[in-house]
C-alpha cells in the first residue's frame, strides 16, 4: 500500500441495507477524515479522528458512524442507506500539526436504490 | 453551510493565458489551502497559505491572502490543457479541534488546447 486507499471503488446498494466503506493509510498519518461529494456542494465532513481511539462529528454526521480502532484504519459504515446518501465519499488522512495539508483517496462512488 | 466559496463557478481559458480563481470566506482562519480535483479522482493538494502570509508562489501557481477581506485568489500562470480541473479553496478555522477542513464548492477550469 502507498498513501491512502479506498475500496469498494463503487457500489451500488438496496435502501435499508447495511455498508461498510473502507479506508486505510500506511503513512502512520494520526488525524482522518470522511468526506462526502455532492455536485455543486464541494465536500462536506461526515466525520473525523484526530488520532486512533477517538472520533468526532462534522459538518453532516446523521446516518453514519465511524470506528478508530488503530492508526491505519477508518471505516466508515452506513446503519440502513438511504437515497439521499447516494453520493461520491472520500477518505482523507493529515500528519499531525496544524499547518499541514489532507491527503486524500481516490473516493467510493455510492448509489443508494 | 459551506466556509467558503469560489468565484467564477466555472471558467474556460486558450491554453497559454492566465487563470484567476477567487475564494471567501466568513470566519478567521489559520490558514487556507487549494486543492485540484480531476474528474472522478480524489483531491490533490497544491498549496498552503498560512493566516500570517500575504503571498505565496509555487511553479506556476501563485497564491494570495488577504485577512481583512477574507479572500483569496489563486493564479495559474501560463496554462495547459492539463491544467483542466476542478479548484477548491478550503478554511482550516481557528480553535479547530479536529484540525478539520471546510471546502468551497470549487471552480472548474477548462483549458483549450
Known amino acids: 500500500i502507498a498513501g491512502i486507499t479506498q475500496a469498494p471503488t463503487s457500489q451500488i446498494l438496496a435502501a435499508g441495507r447495511r455498508m461498510t466503506l473502507r479506508c486505510t493509510q500506511d503513512?502512520?498519518?494520526?488525524?482522518m477524515y470522511w468526506y462526502r461529494q455532492d455536485l455543486g456542494l464541494g465536500l462536506r465532513l461526515i466525520h473525523y479522528?484526530?488520532?486512533?481511539?477517538?472520533?468526532g462529528k462534522g459538518e453532516v454526521p446523521d446516518g453514519y458512524s465511524v470506528s478508530r480502532a488503530n492508526t491505519d484504519d477508518f471505516p466508515l459504515t452506513l446503519a440502513s442507506a438511504v437515497p439521499s446518501q447516494t453520493s461520491v465519499y472520500f477518505c482523507?488522512?493529515?500528519?499531525?500539526?496544524?499547518?499541514?495539508?489532507?491527503?486524500f483517496g481516490p473516493g467510493t462512488r455510492l448509489t443508494v436504490l | 453551510s459551506q466556509q467558503g466559496e469560489e468565484d467564477p463557478q466555472a471558467l474556460s481559458i486558450q491554453e497559454g493565458e492566465n487563470a484567476t480563481m477567487n475564494c471567501s470566506y466568513k470566519?478567521?482562519?489559520?490558514?487556507l489551502q487549494w486543492y485540484r480535483q480531476n474528474s472522478g479522482r480524489g483531491l490533490v493538494h497544491l498549496i498552503l497559505i498560512r493566516s500570517n502570509e500575504r503571498e505565496k508562489h509555487s511553479g506556476r501557481l501563485r497564491v494570495t491572502l488577504d485577512t481583512s477581506k477574507k479572500s483569496s485568489s489563486l493564479l495559474i500562470t501560463a496554462s495547459r490543457a492539463a491544467d483542466t480541473a476542478s479548484y477548491f479553496c478550503a478554511t482550516a478555522r481557528l480553535n479547530n479541534a479536529g484540525n478539520m477542513l471546510t471546502f468551497g464548492g470549487g471552480t472548474r477550469l477548462m483549458v483549450k488546447p
Open positions: 482523507a488522512s493529515k500528519p499531525h500539526g496544524t499547518h499541514n495539508e489532507q491527503f
Open positions: 503513512m502512520r498519518h494520526n488525524a
Open positions: 479522528s484526530n488520532t486512533a481511539g477517538t472520533t
Open positions: 470566519t478567521s482562519i489559520n490558514n
